[in-house]
């Protein structure tokens, strides 16, 4: 499970970039979509644009593509798909080993289009969406 701004895929832009792009906003929700090209400035200058400060263009003007997650949490497909008695994780930043997974919990309930109740460390809480992953257990 990806989190915003976390790098999906690198493609060139060709006939085919389209349908990879569809592809990938299948699966994974929102998607940010940024250009790379060699010559970025002299592309930009020519239509008229002013790059940002990482030098990303358009990605309509660019000759690869680079695809980043734009969006926290489960994409609202896989919340609909929640059942009760799903394992969930949460993610927290610490400044010294960055984005870790830090607790698990068991879905509840489900209200609205964006609100789950989850038992976590003994205790039950209502959080949105944006803030859990679906657990995968990893049998090593």
Known sequence: MLWKGDF??????????KAKIEEYKAIQGQLRLWGRHPKRKQ???????????????????STEIVIYRNENGMTFRQFQNLQVG???STRHWTPSQG?????IGIVLDKKGKNKIKVALGGRALWITR??????????R
């Open 8 to 17: 999906i895929a690198r493609i060139p832009n060709d006939e085919n970039a």
């Open 43 to 61: 592309v930009m200058a020519q239509n008229g644009l002013i790059p940002n400060f990482m030098g990303d263009i358009p990605h309509r003007l």
């Open 86 to 88: 799903t394992m969930i």
């Open 99 to 103: 984005y870790r997974q830090s607790e």
């Open 130 to 139: 944006q803030h859990l992953v679906i657990y995968k257990y990893d049998k």
